[in-house]
């Protein structure tokens, strides 16, 4: 059975990745290491399947509470359009597998944790947080022991939540695996060049490092124009949105070629932008309703109503949330229907923004009279509501490292990390001025500054601000593509690209 001590955001998978969810079978793997010094090479495959436990491929069943161990490199049952197959789909000596794995009908609450086969103890993140029922998919890559007892293997892990005992089916398809790259001889040294001028000390980030990007790491390597007034950002897996206020419209943004590939026109103001895993969703603050848009075809087709000036937007798995200014209460939208449900908060608050943090919906608000207030959050699984934080004052946008909630607080000008733990009052403090939306990278959070035209680099390891880069005039939203930070320019109407 699950500890209550276990809090994790869907993602994030223990020691090696950090993985978004693209819907059924999707997966866009976006930080990976193979475990070795040396340097890996991915090489992608048709996606094989190797485990179903409906048909005792790979495991018989995935026990509540029992670490169970699945071979997948070398010689290993495959399912096949004629049947279950001996293939080599992952050659033995791989360093890490990326992986498609999917939960199927689970019985009770709980979560589903992949990790190297020669792992030990009871996890402490995991790939998929589960509910009854249901399907639930992710991506993740995982490193896979190449010598001992466990070579070429993986633990799949599954638990059901606090005293309850569950089951789960599960599905996991190989999409590809990591191996060590080969080298060529080593060429003559050339002669030594002249000294250069000491530059200023710098922040170099560690995946900078593993990859030698000294060059182009931590300052802006593009700039790409949008329309007018942009707002809040979001990416897909595959392409980057931004929300443009003052042209009503959403900009769809090539993330390698640095340039806008389609305009998509919404409502009124568009000031939120959210991902569900398979459509993108826009908050129209002027309209008061909220614009579903095919990522794919590049239209709007679903406009739904929702409560007076909403303005922040998130997804928590199943249903979007939508915070609507100057009320009291949350927008609550079926990703599959076109209509919306009212959730009260309390009577006498306003709130202002929404996020969340893999189990508890956060909300920030002002008072009745307007003033800065405060952030509660709300369990969306049985409507309770907590005060969280003593120290966040006029908060407005969130992002969870997996560890702490971070939130960008005007306010008061910091930037708090919160424990994930409900009604924890206190936190790590940072100051950042005029902190308006954040961002994780898999190893450092980033905070936009718009009165500084600046972001802030916070490493919550040594719990110091390590890098400050500039950008353009009054950065606002934020967002991480697995690579780069994308950081919105609301002054510039544009978006500035930094390679961390």
Same mark, same amino acid.
């Not at 020669?118 to 995982?142: E, R």
């Not at 390597?221 to 329309?227: D, H, M």
């Not at 939130?407 to 100051?431: R, W």
């Given at each position: 059975?699950?500890? +209550? @001590?276990?809090?994790?955001?869907?993602?994030?998978?223990?020691?090696?990745?950090?993985?978004?969810?693209?819907?059924?079978?999707?997966?866009?793997? =976006?930080?990976?290491?193979?475990?070795?010094?040396?340097?890996?090479?991915?090489?992608?495959?048709? !996606?094989? @399947?190797?485990?179903? %436990?409906?048909?005792?491929?790979?495991?018989?069943?995935?026990?509540? $509470? =029992?670490?169970?161990?699945?071979?997948?490199?070398?010689?290993?049952?495959?399912?096949?359009?004629?049947? /279950?197959?001996?293939?080599? /789909?992952?050659?033995?000596?791989?360093?890490?597998?990326?992986?498609? /794995?999917?939960?199927?009908?689970?019985?009770?609450?709980?979560?589903?944790?992949? @990790? !190297?086969?020669?792992?030990?103890?009871?996890?402490? =993140?995991?790939?998929?947080?589960?509910?009854?029922?249901?399907?639930?998919?992710?991506?993740? %890559?995982? &490193?896979?022991?190449?010598?001992?007892?466990?070579?070429?293997?993986?633990?799949?892990?599954?638990?059901?939540?606090? %005293?309850?005992?569950?089951?789960?089916?599960?599905?996991?398809?190989?999409?590809?695996?990591?191996?060590?790259?080969?080298?060529?001889?080593?060429?003559?040294?050339?002669?030594?060049?002249?000294?250069?001028?000491?530059?200023?000390?710098?922040?170099? #980030?560690?995946?900078?490092?593993?990859?030698?990007?000294?060059?182009?790491?931590?300052?802006?390597?593009?700039?790409?124009?949008?329309?007018?007034? !942009?707002?809040?950002?979001? *990416?897909?897996?595959?392409?980057?949105?931004?929300?443009?206020?003052?042209?009503?419209?959403?900009?769809?943004?090539?993330?390698?070629?640095?340039?806008?590939?389609?305009?998509?026109?919404?409502?009124? @103001?568009?000031?939120?932008?959210?991902? +569900?895993?398979?459509?993108?969703?826009?908050?129209?603050?002027?309209?008061?309703?909220?614009?579903?848009?095919?990522?794919?075809?590049?239209?709007?087709?679903? &406009?739904?109503?929702?409560?007076?000036?909403?303005?922040?937007?998130?997804?928590?798995?199943?249903?979007?949330?939508?915070?609507?200014?100057?009320?009291? *209460?949350?927008?609550?939208?079926?990703?599959?229907?076109?209509?919306?449900?009212?959730?009260?908060?309390?009577?006498?608050?306003?709130?202002?923004?929404?996020?969340?943090?893999?189990?508890?919906?956060?909300?920030?608000?002002?008072?009745?009279?307007?003033?800065?207030?405060?952030?509660?959050? *709300?369990? !969306?699984?049985? $409507?309770?509501?907590?005060?969280?934080?003593?120290?966040?004052?006029?908060?407005?946008?969130?992002?969870?490292?997996?560890?702490?909630?971070?939130?960008?607080?005007?306010?008061?000008?910091?930037?708090?990390?919160?424990?994930?733990?409900?009604?924890?009052?206190?936190?790590?403090?940072?100051?950042?001025?005029?902190?308006?939306?954040?961002?994780?990278?898999?190893?450092?959070?980033?905070?936009? #500054?718009?009165?500084?035209?600046?972001?802030?680099?916070?490493?919550?390891?040594?719990?110091?601000?390590?890098?400050?880069?500039?950008?353009?005039?009054?950065?606002?939203?934020?967002?991480? +593509?697995?690579?780069?930070?994308?950081?919105?320019?609301? $002054?510039?109407?544009?978006?500035?690209?930094?390679? =961390?």
């Amino acid at each position: 059975m699950m500890s +209550d @001590r276990l809090h994790t955001v869907r993602g994030f998978v223990s020691g090696i990745v950090v993985a978004s969810v693209l819907g059924v079978g999707g997966l866009a793997v =976006v930080r990976a290491t193979s475990g070795s010094s040396s340097a890996s090479s991915f090489v992608p495959v048709a !996606p094989v @399947r190797v485990l179903d %436990t409906r048909s005792d491929l790979g495991l018989v069943a995935v026990t509540d $509470g =029992v670490a169970g161990t699945l071979k997948v490199t070398g010689s290993i049952p495959t399912a096949t359009s004629t049947g /279950v197959v001996n293939a080599v /789909v992952v050659p033995a000596g791989a360093t890490a597998v990326v992986l498609n /794995v999917t939960a199927v009908n689970p019985t009770s609450n709980g979560y589903v944790s992949l @990790r !190297p086969g020669d792992a030990t103890g009871a996890p402490t =993140v995991s790939t998929l947080n589960v509910t009854a029922g249901g399907t639930f998919p992710n991506g993740a %890559t995982i &490193t896979i022991p190449t010598t001992g007892a466990h070579a070429g293997q993986i633990q799949v892990w599954y638990e059901a939540e606090y %005293t309850t005992v569950g089951s789960t089916e599960l599905l996991i398809d190989v999409a590809g695996y990591y191996e060590l790259a080969s080298t060529g001889p080593t060429g003559p040294t050339g002669s030594k060049g002249d000294d250069g001028e000491k530059g200023d000390a710098g922040s170099v #980030s560690a995946s900078c490092v593993a990859l030698l990007r000294w060059e182009d790491c931590n300052k802006v390597s593009a700039t790409v124009a949008v329309g007018s007034g !942009p707002s809040d950002i979001v *990416f897909d897996g595959t392409n980057i949105w931004v929300g443009n206020i003052g042209s009503d419209t959403v900009s769809k943004i090539d993330p390698i070629a640095n340039n806008v590939i389609a305009t998509v026109a919404v409502g009124d @103001r568009p000031l939120g932008i959210a991902f +569900d895993g398979t459509n993108i969703w826009v908050v129209n603050n002027g309209s008061n309703t909220v614009s579903k848009i095919d990522p794919i075809a590049n239209n709007v087709i679903a &406009t739904v109503a929702v409560g007076d000036t909403p303005a922040g937007i998130v997804f928590d798995g199943t249903n979007i949330w939508v915070a609507n200014r100057d009320q009291n *209460f949350l927008s609550k939208i079926n990703i599959n229907g076109v209509s919306s449900e009212d959730v009260l908060m309390n009577v006498n608050i306003r709130i202002t923004d929404v996020g969340y943090n893999g189990r508890l919906i956060y909300v920030s608000y002002t008072t009745a009279t307007g003033d800065p207030g405060n952030l509660l959050t *709300f369990d !969306p699984s049985d $409507g309770s509501t907590f005060g969280v934080c003593g120290i966040c004052y006029g908060a407005h946008k969130f992002a969870s490292d997996g560890n702490r909630m971070w939130v960008a607080n005007s306010g008061n000008q910091t930037l708090v990390g919160l424990s994930m733990y409900q009604g924890d009052q206190g936190g790590v403090v940072y100051g950042v001025p005029n902190a308006y939306a954040v961002a994780f990278d898999g190893v450092a959070i980033w905070a936009t #500054s718009p009165s500084s035209d600046a972001v802030y680099r916070v490493n919550p390891n040594t719990e110091s601000i390590g890098l400050t880069v500039a950008v353009g005039d009054s950065p606002l939203g934020i967002a991480f +593509d697995g690579t780069n930070i994308w950081v919105v320019n609301n $002054g510039s109407n544009t978006v500035s690209k930094i390679p =961390v």
